[in-house]
């Protein structure tokens, strides 16, 4: 034979562990990370802060800095900030891992799901800790409304929680009375 088959009593514990929770859709936290950082790292390096093009009708790319929360929540404040959205940014990584590693492999929208708003909360946080701020650059507008600039790592955690909601109604509840 050309290849001994390995039981699967005989793999180490934690790859089985790794194999049957929502760790296994760790991989899809990586690529969103990647893509992430590579859409930031390229706006910082091709675009002056403030720098806009306009891409479509009601869409620019537009380089800011975010020293804020969501929606630039906080980001008047005297820095401070940083370092509570940091740490809230890093529970949250935290949490999502334990989180994914307590689901179940059948659970798989829920687990893309948390895979993705890791991701987000991941990205966010890099930019936190390296640089104070966290990189925005995609700026939508509506009749010369703008909506806050937001990144890929937002757009992670926003896709990832509206899969958490819409699991939440497909899943059957089995703890009914």
């Known amino acids: 034979m050309l290849m001994a088959m390995v039981k699967l009593e005989n793999m180490p514990k934690f790859f089985i562990a790794f194999n049957n929770s929502g ?61 509570f959205f940091t740490a809230i940014a890093a529970i949250a990584c935290i949490v999502f891992t334990i989180w994914l590693a307590r689901t179940a492999k059948s659970q798989t929208l829920l687990s893309i799901a948390v895979a993705l708003m890791l991701s987000g909360a991941m990205g966010n946080l890099i930019d936190r800790a390296l640089f104070g701020y966290v990189i925005d650059f995609l700026d939508f507008h509506w009749s010369g409304n703008h909506f806050p600039a937001f990144n890929v790592a937002d ?19 089995n703890d009914r009375i």
């Open 155 to 173: 757009s992670m955690i926003f896709i990832g929680a509206a899969l958490m909601i819409l699991e939440s109604f497909t899943t059957e509840d």
């Open 23 to 83: 760790l296994r859709w760790l991989w899809l936290t990586l690529l969103c990370l990647v893509l992430d950082q590579v859409t930031k790292h390229w706006v910082a390096g091709s675009f002056s802060l403030y720098e806009s093009i306009n891409v479509l009708p009601i869409f620019n790319i537009t380089y800011v800095h975010n020293l804020g929360a969501a929606f630039s929540f906080l980001a008047d404040q005297g820095g401070w900030q940083r370092w």
